[in-house]
């Protein structure tokens, strides 16, 4: 079956200075769940990246306009930041998708974080889900993904369409994630829909990412300095 659905996230290459985001829980903390569910509100109608590669932009303009942040972009600032990306790629004006990690830098670059790290496992996910933010995160699309059941619950049967970009804003006591997309409101109820936890861990082992905004700490020796520093030497390193 063929859906008016576009994709266009590109797995990012390996980068050694990538930051963990373990490194920005503080110890113990993933022992000492409490909150068993979050939902981050989207306070707007559901972007539409329509019938472009674009989603990556769109991803990051999903993450601003959602809470705690709430910015109000539009489509028009999804497809900006797209373009944003594909000058970080080295591919200005390209029309074949981009990579999470530009995403992170041009939201960097911009000012709208300090700094930006990636989850290595699904319990990191969660707690930062639950008692953070919500995640820009970027995955193999196939093609049961399309489209949600009766209860907005996708599966991930199917060939291999390719790769999406979306939001991650919440985390049900049932162990269901909520997926904020770029498809506009007649996708899922309002935009959104919901997928296991399940099966958006086989989608990440498979080739995903998931990138949150952290901030550097700039004094004391917390993990976060520690690992900051870690990073300047091999970048002195490699330049060297």
């Not at 063929?2 to 110890?27: H, T």
């Amino acid at each position: 079956m063929e859906y008016n659905y576009y994709l266009g996230r590109k797995k990012s290459p390996f980068d050694e200075r990538d930051y963990n985001l373990r490194d920005y829980i503080e110890k113990g903390g993933l022992l000492r769940e409490v909150i068993k569910e979050k939902v981050w509100e989207f306070p707007s109608s559901p972007l539409n990246q329509e019938k472009t590669n674009h989603c990556v932009g769109f991803s990051m303009a999903n993450f601003g306009i959602n809470y705690p942040v709430f910015t109000p972009y539009k489509n028009s600032d999804g497809h900006d930041f797209y373009y944003k990306c594909k000058v970080i790629d080295g591919e200005p004006k390209s029309e074949d998708g981009s990579y999470i990690r530009s995403a992170a830098k041009v939201l960097r670059e911009m000012k709208k974080i300090d700094s930006y790290a990636f989850a290595p496992d699904m319990s990191i996910i969660k707690y930062w889900i639950l008692n953070r933010s919500p995640m820009i995160v970027g995955t193999v699309w196939t093609e049961e993904m399309f489209a949600p059941n009766q209860d907005n619950v996708i599966g991930i049967g199917g060939a291999i369409a390719g790769g999406h970009a979306y939001l991650l804003n919440e985390w049900r006591s049932d162990n269901y994630i909520g997926i904020q997309n770029s498809w506009g409101e007649y996708w899922g109820k309002n935009g959104k829909a919901y997928i296991s936890a399940e099966n958006f861990e086989k989608l990440f082992k498979y080739d995903g990412e998931a990138m949150a905004a952290v901030e550097i700490e700039t004094s004391g020796t917390s993990p976060q300095k520690e690992c900051f520093l870690i990073k300047v030497i091999k970048d002195l390193l490699k330049t060297g």
